[in-house]
């Protein structure tokens, strides 16, 4: 069993950042893949960054390319999602999600623990 954490949503101006955080418990982290997907209101789920469980491999949605930045500190079970540059588009709930295994992954399917979500309002 893996409980995550996440915090540090809230309102931002557009062009403004914020930085999340998912704090992990449970299952040993540092051999688990990571992720953070969103859901914006009347819209499906979809997966915007995954990070490897060693934190070499990343990926990202196309629309958050260069703006937002995984990353993790497996010293403090602990991943972050660094937002910048943000956009109104950008408001939704954000969900951190552990993986099944080791290998960063974009498929919510391979994904089987997540947190309750935090919410990120950019306002124009």
């Known amino acids: 069993q893996v409980q995550l954490v996440e915090s540090g949503g809230g309102l931002v101006q557009a062009g403004g950042s914020l930085r999340l955080s998912c704090a992990a418990s449970?299952?040993?982290?540092?051999?688990?893949?990571m992720g953070w997907s969103r859901q914006a209101p009347g819209k499906e789920r979809e997966f915007v960054a995954a990070?490897?469980?060693?934190?070499?491999?990343?990926y990202y949605v196309d629309s958050v390319k260069g703006r937002f930045t995984i990353s993790r500190d497996n010293a403090k079970n602990t991943v972050y999602l660094q937002m910048n540059s943000l956009k109104p588009e950008d408001t939704a709930v954000y969900y951190c999600a552990a993986a099944k295994d080791s290998v960063a992954t974009m498929v919510t399917t391979e994904y089987e623990y997540w947190g309750q979500g935090t919410q990120v309002t950019v306002s124009s």
């Open positions: 449970g299952r040993t982290f540092t051999t688990t893949a």
């Open positions: 990070i490897s469980w060693g934190g070499s491999v990343t």
